[in-house]
């Protein structure tokens, strides 16, 4: 037998099983595109088809290692003056802010696996960046996992609705699923004490306190901040909380610089988790970018609700400018 590969007609190879072919010689068998296209006696172009087909198939999954992200200078930076236990930095790139904000939640999606174990208890908090993290997690079936939403229910115009981050999560993680049956604020203190006494949502309330990890995002206190646009707090109530000290918002309870929990009206009217159950996890993942929300993550992480953080290059930096 010669050196020479034999080559394989495109003929004899059809439809799906070609595209399959190409990826292998690409991504297993390491040859580049032209050598492919030798291979199966096809145009350059055809093969940069077959490998965009197969990416687009989903028969390509590609990842990079966690450490290429946790182990840099600057990611020990942040890990180091906040008493993290990892930080994981996505550079900045050229895009948009959606575009950076779409790259870090696709960090945190490949991340989080590699942070759960069988037995754990991941309660999941709502909000953009928390939606965009669900869905970009890879499918996969993990031992023995929970999934437990953070905060009720609401109707929002955004898509990204407490539920559906919580229920996306466990389908992506191949997890069981507690939903919180009831909506996140109430108009009325007394019929929210009431619901909480209900068994299925004192029940499911109860499973919040079983919660040993936990993802979740810092909230801004601008007047177009989520909180306000999603119906949980109005104008007026945010105003409130500002001239309180309020630096930030954390599963919808507003906390101060030091990361306090700041009480007030709103609260008697929320059903959703307490602060104090997200202190002393074994995983607090705080997943946020941009400088808006500098202040808030400073915030969360002060008050020790925060053992890894994802974040973009360029906010690390500011967190660091700012503490």
Known sequence: MTSKTRRRPAGQVSGENIVIEAAWMYYNDGLNQNEIANRLQVSRATVVNYLQEARERGYIRISLSPEAFTSHNLAQKLR???????AFLLPEGIGTAEETLLRVARGAADWLPHLLGSGDRLGV??????YEVAEAVERTQLSDVTVTQLVGSMATPYGFTAEICSANMAQNLGAKCINLHAPAVLSD????TRLRAEPIIHAQLEALSHCNKAIFAAGSIAPDSHIVGSGVASSEDLEWYIR???AGVLCGRFIDAQGRFIPGDLDARMIGVELDKLLGLDMGLLVSVGAD?????????????????VTSVETARGMLDKA
């Open 80 to 86: 180091d003056r906040f008493g993290l236990q990892a």
């Open 125 to 130: 908090a709502w909000g953009r960046t928390v």
């Open 189 to 192: 203190p007394e019929l929210a």
């Open 244 to 246: 309180h000290g309020a």
């Open 293 to 309: 929300k500098v202040g808030p993550m400073l915030a969360a992480i002060a008050g020790g609700y925060v053992t890894h953080v």
